[in-house]
């Protein structure tokens, strides 16, 4: 009786652990299986072959970016469009880390977590995705580039939704050329970094709000070069006298060094840190390149220059696009996505909101008073602008970053032009466009 007791007891032991296992494995199985069929082991999709049955691919209109025809690959006739939507996109080698047809190939191939791909397409596992890019803009601003390589970035930072991403160079995913041009691989709104030049002066600008008890009432002072730890700081003109407003608006190097000097290098490391310049952010499964703000063994001299976005100094488009997005909503930025359905991972808390409403003012006060609404007409828009230098013989990198506060057109946008020179006029004109198309775009018209 007592032998019988124990062996019934084993055996619903090993009854129970079977059951387990088996739920497990059920779980793993449907929760990973998109996962695992994506794999480059996976010979359906990997030779790019699962593309010749794959879903749709829409932009936010409804157009069509890439469709599958008598098991062929048929990518949107417009050649602009094709270029400025490939990293978005993809093209049929899944080189490009941040396009559909790498990060969701399994799914765009009809991949299915319970069936796999057992199921015939008529059941309606088609496989069809929606990006929230509008690729009409994105051609438009892909055009503005004009040949030249960098990248523009435009998001609501509400809702998350990523309206334009544009990264040059590209290729034409139809007709994929022999030699891919260099650099083309990378989608550099997300993946790739770059001296920031003077769209720094808004991290420099914050930590100065935060740890500069008066703040309101500095005056600096720029005779066009000054001596910070026995090696000149340059600016590009004798200033004169002016508060933190006229300094940002007029993008001082010398009111930037002092101020950068005057926070020390432990809290503009701190400030770099808490407004995510050396983190990386989520966007739809993937992540953006950090970027490098590092004082910690500095002499002055170097800190002096990295206040003003020299020195080792990087930033990521999209990450500058997100701490924009963060200075007009009071801190607080919707992190963003591309895909329709992909719901954004979190908020980016960067800053308190009396620190973003300040810093907003600032950002504001330079396009009215300096820039010009008319750069930017039917928007309400703050922004900094940046010419980086990058040596090497090259000519700086030109920036501008800003975002707009009217109520039905809440955008947060990067823009880099690599050897650009002067931002304002080498990435101002295609943030422009960017933000101009994009405002037409959310409203409708
Ligand atoms: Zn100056």
Redesign the pocket.
């Given at each position: 009786m007592k032998r019988t007791m124990s062996r019934s007891i084993i055996a619903l032991i090993l009854a129970v652990a079977f059951l387990l296992g088996l739920g497990f494995l059920c779980y793993k199985y449907v929760c990973d299986s998109p996962m695992w069929a994506s794999q480059t082991f996976n010979a359906y999709i990997s030779s790019g072959k699962g593309l010749a049955c794959a879903g749709t691919i829409y932009d936010r209109n409804g157009t069509v970016l890439a469709k599958s025809e008598n098991g062929e690959r048929v990518y949107n006739e417009d050649l602009s469009v094709r270029l400025a939507t490939l990293h978005s996109v993809g093209d049929y080698s899944y080189n490009i880390a941040t396009a559909l047809q790498t990060t969701h190939r399994a799914e765009l191939a009809g991949h299915n977590r319970i069936f796999g791909y057992g199921l015939p397409s008529s059941l309606g596992f088609s496989g069809d995705m929606t990006l929230t890019v509008d690729s009409v803009v994105c051609a438009k601003v892909y055009d503005a580039f004009g040949g030249r390589n960098g990248a523009c970035f435009v998001y609501n930072y509400k809702t998350g939704e990523v309206l334009c991403m544009v990264s040059t160079p590209s290729y034409d995913p139809q007709n994929v050329p022999e030699e891919v041009p260099e650099g083309a691989y990378l989608n550099n709104a997300i993946s790739s970094t770059y001296a920031p030049g003077s769209i720094f002066k808004i991290i420099t600008t914050v930590a100065a709000i935060e740890y500069l008890p008066d703040w309101e009432n500095i005056t600096l002072n720029?005779?066009?070069e000054e001596d910070f730890g026995g090696d000149d700081v340059t600016?590009?003109?004798?200033?004169?006298e002016m508060d933190i407003y006229e300094?940002f608006a007029?993008?001082?190097?010398?009111?930037f060094a002092d101020l950068a000097a005057q926070v020390g290098a432990e809290n503009m490391q701190k400030t770099a840190e808490k407004l995510g310049i050396t983190e990386s952010f989520n966007i739809c499964s993937v992540n953006t390149a950090k970027g490098v703000y590092d004082v910690k063994n500095a002499t002055l001299n170097e800190l002096a220059w990295s206040g003003i976005g020299q020195h080792t100094d990087m930033t990521n488009p999209a990450q500058m696009a997100i701490l924009c997005g963060a200075v007009a909503s009071e801190g607080s930025a919707k992190l963003p996505t591309y895909i329709e359905g992909v719901s954004p991972k979190g908020n980016a808390e960067l800053m308190s909101k009396e620190t973003a409403d300040i810093m907003a003012e600032i950002m504001r006060y330079t396009v009215r008073d300096y820039y010009g609404d008319s750069m930017f007409e039917g928007l309400t828009v703050g922004a900094k602008t940046g010419t980086a230098e990058v040596g090497e013989g090259k000519a700086p990198n030109g920036w501008i970053v800003g975002y707009s506060e009217d109520e039905d057109c809440p955008l947060a946008f990067a823009v880099v032009v690599e050897e650009g020179d002067y931002g304002f006029y080498s990435a101002g004109p295609i943030a422009r466009i960017a933000m101009t198309e994009c405002a037409k775009s959310l409203r409708g018209e």
């Open positions: 720029c005779d066009g600016c590009l003109e004798h200033h004169g300094a007029r993008s001082c190097n010398i009111a």
